[in-house]
């Protein structure tokens, strides 16, 4: 079976465990996807919509570069970018966005995942990243929650996959962070290195 099958193989499965994430309990199954686990009365609040959200998140790893966008799918099963990556050195640390509840700290696919529950049907996934947290830790935004690891991206060109999901869909994290600082493109005589 060659890498980009399998690579599909396993997008497939994890889009259709999705699902079945009604009534799962984080804590007991240790599970990306499931949402019932607490979360502080503090943290939780309503939640703009991707069209107008006022930016409260914070980069999680400090640059505002994004090495690929966002690519929304033709429907749920559909091929796209559900994410954005953010290109950063393997070992930079990650930070949460905001505030919220570890839900998941683990390996999915064989790569290091956090997800954080911020309340109001909004939760952040960072992908690619050695975790140093634990489900049910309880995060203020700018908290480390691991460091930059080999997973979504080659380790030639590292990054941090940055996912969101709003109501059980994924969406556009972009809207929820300050302004992005787009990759410029120079001619090969100004190259300095």
């Given at each position: 079976?060659?890498f980009?099958?399998?690579?599909?193989?396993v997008?497939?499965?994890?889009?259709l465990?999705?699902?079945?994430?009604?009534?799962?309990?984080?804590r007991?199954?240790?599970s990306?996807?499931?949402?019932s686990s607490?979360?502080?009365?503090?943290?939780a609040?309503d939640?703009?919509?991707p069209?107008?959200?006022?930016?409260?998140?914070v980069?999680p790893?400090g640059s505002?570069?994004?090495?690929r966008p966002w690519?929304?799918?033709?429907?749920?099963?559909?091929?796209?970018h559900?994410?954005?990556d953010?290109?950063a050195?393997?070992g930079?640390v990650?930070?949460?966005v905001?505030d919220?509840?570890?839900?998941?700290?683990?390996q999915?696919?064989g790569r290091?995942?956090v997800?954080?529950?911020?309340g109001g049907?909004?939760?952040?996934?960072?992908d690619?990243?050695?975790?140093?947290v634990a489900t049910g830790?309880t995060?203020?935004?700018?908290?480390?929650?691991?460091?930059?690891?080999?997973g979504?991206?080659p380790?030639a060109?590292?990054c941090?996959?940055?996912?969101?999901?709003?109501?059980d869909r994924?969406v556009?994290?972009t809207?929820?962070?300050?302004a992005a600082?787009w990759p410029?493109l120079?001619p090969?005589?100004?190259?300095?290195?």
């Amino acid at each position: 079976m060659s890498f980009r099958h399998l690579g599909s193989v396993v997008v497939v499965f994890l889009l259709l465990l999705c699902p079945l994430q009604h009534g799962l309990d984080s804590r007991a199954t240790g599970s990306p996807i499931a949402t019932s686990s607490p979360v502080r009365n503090d943290v939780a609040r309503d939640r703009p919509t991707p069209a107008t959200a006022e930016a409260p998140w914070v980069w999680p790893t400090g640059s505002r570069v994004v090495d690929r966008p966002w690519e929304a799918p033709a429907d749920d099963y559909a091929a796209g970018h559900r994410g954005i990556d953010v290109g950063a050195p393997l070992g930079t640390v990650v930070v949460a966005v905001d505030d919220g509840t570890v839900t998941f700290a683990g390996q999915v696919a064989g790569r290091g995942v956090v997800t954080i529950d911020h309340g109001g049907g909004l939760r952040s996934t960072v992908d690619s990243v050695a975790p140093g947290v634990a489900t049910g830790d309880t995060m203020a935004q700018g908290d480390a929650v691991g460091t930059v690891s080999v997973g979504h991206c080659p380790a030639a060109n590292p990054c941090l996959h940055l996912g969101a999901r709003l109501d059980d869909r994924y969406v556009d994290p972009t809207p929820y962070l300050p302004a992005a600082a787009w990759p410029v493109l120079l001619p090969e005589s100004a190259w300095t290195g």
